[in-house]
Nanobody
Framework: VQLQASGGGLVQAGGSLRLSCAAS????????MGWFRQAPGKEREFVAA????????YYADSVKGRFTISRGNEKNTVSLQMNSLKPEDAAVYYC?????????????????WGPGTLVTVSS
């Protein structure tokens, strides 16, 4: 399975961006999907995840209330709506997928990674 993220770019603080991720190359996209980010000089960190049926969503405390993860009509797509962006949200954002969700997903234990998309937030 290959993951491809899109939607990154430059935005002013307080603005919004929407990231999208599409999975391809598989036959059954029954995955938990999520987003991580890595800022320069920092470790990669968990941002958000959504269960296979979209019945459960999970967020890092730093983005709760500002970011919303959702699945598209197609099972193989997921989006991250980012509102009220702050300079500290600037990072390369990575899409990730795994067969099931547990606490280790937040630690980056996933089955598949996408190549990342850059989000820049100007102050």
């Amino acid at each position: 399975v290959q993951l491809q993220a899109s939607g990154g770019g430059l935005v002013q603080a307080g603005g919004s961006l929407r990231l999208s991720c599409a999975a391809s190359g598989g036959t059954d996209y029954n995955y938990v999907m999520g987003w991580f980010r890595q800022a320069p000089g920092k470790e990669r960190e968990f941002v958000a995840a959504i269960s296979r049926t979209a019945s459960g969503t999970y967020y890092a405390d730093s983005v709760k209330g500002r970011f919303t993860i959702s699945r598209g009509n197609e099972k193989n797509t997921v989006s991250l709506q980012m509102n009220s962006l702050k300079p500290e949200d600037a990072a390369v954002y990575y899409c990730a997928a795994r067969l099931y969700y547990d606490g280790s997903f937040r630690m980056g234990i996933v089955d598949h990674w996408g190549p990342g998309t850059l989000v820049t937030v100007s102050s």
